[in-house]
């Protein structure tokens, strides 16, 4: 069983790799590979925490990849999941990439929702580790909404 659990974490070492060097083609679909052993070799419920994880490396996969549909269903999917199993830090992160997405989306209010979401998580559950990440996403909401929100609404006057 230990080897299993090795072999995992090295697919999931690979795909992050992969992505960090730009493959994310490659790395999409090694993660998809990977995603598709949970129904069968990782299937046992002990496997969630890191099934889940997979998808987050999807979510993040599919954004770079510009694939902002499939990232939400893919990051909502996580959502789903960690609100029925209780995995407060998987959800943390979840609502903070569901927030890069509505920001490339230029939906700020639906980025400034997430962003809330995931501040609650950390408030609810100590989630101490995580909390940078909260604030380098809340620093780009703020600066992007900055830039962009008065330029749109200048547009929309000129």
Same mark, same amino acid.
């Given at each position: 069983?230990?080897?299993?659990?090795?072999?995992?974490?090295?697919?999931?070492?690979? !795909? *992050?790799?992969?992505?960090? $060097? /730009?493959?994310? #083609?490659? =790395? %999409?679909?090694?993660?998809?590979? @990977?995603?598709?052993?949970?129904?069968?070799?990782?299937?046992?419920?002990?496997?969630?925490?890191?099934?889940?994880?997979?998808?987050?490396?999807?979510?993040?996969?599919?954004?770079?990849?510009?694939?902002?549909?499939?990232?939400?269903?893919?990051?909502?999917?996580? !959502? *789903?999941?960690?609100?029925? $199993? /209780?995995?407060? #830090?998987? =959800? %943390?992160?979840?609502?903070?990439? @569901?927030?890069?997405?509505?920001?490339?989306?230029?939906?700020?209010?639906?980025?400034?929702?997430?962003?809330?979401?995931?501040?609650?998580?950390?408030?609810?559950?100590?989630?101490?580790?995580?909390?940078?990440?909260?604030?380098?996403?809340?620093?780009?909401?703020?600066?992007?909404?900055?830039?962009?929100?008065?330029?749109?609404?200048?547009?929309?006057?000129?």
């Amino acid at each position: 069983m230990r080897a299993q659990e090795l072999s995992l974490d090295k697919q999931i070492e690979r !795909i *992050d790799s992969l992505q960090s $060097y /730009n493959h994310v #083609d490659e =790395a %999409y679909k090694e993660a998809n590979l @990977l995603y598709s052993k949970f129904s069968s070799i990782y299937s046992d419920e002990k496997y969630l925490k890191d099934k889940l994880n997979v998808m987050l490396l999807i979510t993040e996969i599919q954004v770079l990849r510009n694939k902002w549909d499939e990232a939400g269903e893919w990051g909502y999917a996580v !959502i *789903d999941y960690t609100d029925r $199993y /209780n995995f407060p #830090d998987i =959800a %943390y992160s979840a609502h903070l990439k @569901l927030a890069i997405i509505y920001e490339q989306a230029e939906n700020y209010e639906q980025c400034l929702n997430q962003i809330n979401k995931a501040y609650e998580l950390y408030k609810a559950n100590n989630l101490k580790k995580l909390f940078s990440t909260y604030y380098i996403r809340k620093a780009c909401f703020v600066v992007i909404s900055t830039i962009r929100i008065p330029l749109f609404i200048l547009q929309k006057k000129g």
